[in-house]
């Protein structure tokens, strides 16, 4: 099984501050990984696949990197409705999926 | 627009099976592959497996042994069946659609349903 780490758990940001949020494989997952957004009492929303290309309706402020082992989702400018929980997902060992374990984004 | 809504009891004992159902709205079941998602409080998600129109399906082989995906196309409905659940296996439940962009990933989900094992 692919263990997906990500880092920090939780990262405090400033309105409009830039966040930049990791995910690490345990091995490589090529550009296998999508990142989604949770919000309270919500399901997950996929933003990103492929590991850099944004779904439609993701905001340009969203951008990923990365392949092989590391990924890296950055939010240019932080806005209020961006506080949330992010996860990464690799989808490269089928038909083991596997999710990291989150970051929360709050409030500085 | 397409929406998915899960139902099911929401307290199940332990040794017993969890029975859950996906139905789809606002859209055709056929073309996609319809997967089941949980996520135990606090933590990541974890998928348990798929199920296609076709009625082809996969599970992931940690819970494999204990899942059961079936679909009834006419109802536009799709089901999980977990077997002798645990504690470990309190969770909410989503239904899930696969992005047809490419990709095992997921872009429509059900709300959730939060399933408690406990006697």
């Known amino acids: 099984e692919i263990v997906m780490t990500q880092s920090p758990a939780t990262l405090s940001v400033s309105p409009g501050e830039r966040a930049t949020l990791s995910c690490r494989a345990s091995q490589s997952v090529s550009n296998n990984l999508a990142w989604y957004q949770q919000k309270p009492g919500q399901a997950p929303r996929l933003l990103i696949y492929a590991a850099s290309i944004r779904t439609t309706g993701t905001p340009a402020r969203f951008s990923g990197s990365g392949s092989g082992t590391e990924f890296t989702l950055t939010i240019s400018s932080l806005q209020s409705e961006d506080f949330a929980v992010y996860y990464c997902q690799q989808n490269n060992n089928w038909p083991l999926l596997t999710f990291g374990g989150g970051t929360k984004v709050e409030i500085k | 627009q397409v929406q998915l809504q899960e139902s099911g009891p929401g307290l199940v004992k332990p040794s017993e099976t969890l029975s859950l159902t996906c139905t789809v709205s606002?859209?055709?079941?056929?073309?996609?592959?319809w997967s089941w998602i949980r996520q135990p409080p606090g933590k990541g998600p974890e998928w348990i497996g798929y199920i296609q129109y076709s009625g082809n399906t996969k599970s992931n082989p940690s819970l494999e042994s204990r899942v059961t995906i079936s679909i009834d196309t006419s109802k536009s409905q799709f089901s999980l069946q977990l077997s002798s659940v645990t504690a470990a296996d309190t969770a909410i439940y989503y239904c899930?659609?696969?992005?047809?962009?490419?990709?095992?990933?997921?872009?429509?989900w059900g709300r959730g349903t939060l399933v408690t094992v406990s006697s």
């Open positions: 899930a659609r696969r992005f047809d962009g490419g990709g095992w990933f997921f872009d429509l």
């Open positions: 606002g859209g055709s079941i056929s073309n996609y592959y």
